[in-house]
């Protein structure tokens, strides 16, 4: 589904990625780890097209470097941004609403956004910028998944949250798992990224330091130690 290989991105003169490769595959889950800094939040802006960036990203066989983002977002790739970008002035209602695609059926509509998460019923009609922060990633997770996207870019969905909040988040990402929409998520708890992934990649210094999977990385003490313990 998404093959990025040697991938370079700049902020300015500031060279943050430095020949990235990765790849999603269809109905899997795949984890971006690392520390702050280290380009995991810059990969997937990269691959989204709103960095400057060098190299290959292939969605779908279609090359994505030199496209505009709402071209990558037509052509399936959703985003979930690490900021939540809701539409403070509008409702719960209208910022799901946004999320449609023009003249598109989609598979995820209002009712299953609010079978999900009661809570979003609840506040349907309410203006989306007095949410809580739990109750905003709700609604821009499920926005996401109404535009019908073919691949799923997740960025620090946790972050910030309650437990519970936490738990259910990572129930919602299960379901799109069930679906057989892939996800490339950007995690700062190990824990849940091991839980529901299927492969994991560890960024260091704006490139890949491990691949593998789960299990592999349980097994690698050293990893964990060097790059993603604090």
């Given amino acids: 589904m998404l093959e990025?290989?040697?991938?370079?991105?700049?902020?300015?003169?500031?060279?943050?990625?430095?020949?990235?490769?990765?790849?999603?595959?269809?109905?899997?889950?795949?984890?971006?780890?690392?520390r702050n800094g280290v380009g995991r939040s810059t990969t997937v802006k990269a691959i989204m097209g709103q960095v400057n960036a060098r190299g290959n990203v292939r969605f779908r066989g279609e090359e994505l470097v030199g496209r505009k983002p709402y071209e990558i977002a037509r052509s399936g790739v959703g985003y979930v941004p690490e900021d939540r970008a809701i539409f403070?002035?509008?409702?719960?209602?209208?910022?799901?609403?946004?999320?449609?695609?023009a003249k598109?059926?989609?598979?995820?509509?209002?009712?299953?956004a609010f079978e999900l998460f009661p809570r979003l019923r609840e506040r349907a009609d309410v203006a989306a910028g007095v949410l809580s922060g739990g109750?905003?990633?709700?609604?821009?997770?499920?926005?996401?998944?109404?535009?019908?996207?073919?691949?799923?870019?997740?960025?620090?969905?946790?972050?910030g949250l309650a437990p519970m909040i936490v738990a259910l988040v990572a129930q919602f990402l299960?379901?799109?798992?069930?679906?057989?929409?892939?996800?490339?998520?950007?995690?700062?708890k190990l824990d849940i990224a091991l839980e529901l992934s299927e492969r994991v990649y560890v960024l260091g210094h704006g490139k890949v330091v491990f691949e593998g999977t789960p299990a592999e990385l349980r097994a690698r003490p050293e990893i964990r130690k060097e790059w993603l313990e604090v």
């Fill in 135 to 159: 109750e905003q990633q709700m609604l821009t997770l499920c926005r996401t998944l109404m535009g019908d996207p073919k691949l799923v870019m997740i960025d620090e969905p946790t972050e």
């Fill in 4 to 34: 990025v290989r040697g991938l370079h991105a700049w902020y300015g003169k500031s060279h943050i990625l430095q020949g990235v490769d990765l790849d999603v595959r269809e109905g899997e889950i795949v984890s971006l780890l690392g």
């Fill in 174 to 188: 299960d379901q799109v798992r069930k679906r057989g929409i892939p996800i490339l998520l950007v995690e700062q």
């Fill in 88 to 101: 403070a002035d509008l409702t719960v209602r209208q910022n799901l609403a946004l999320g449609r695609k």
């Fill in 104 to 112: 598109a059926a989609s598979k995820f509509d209002e009712a299953e």
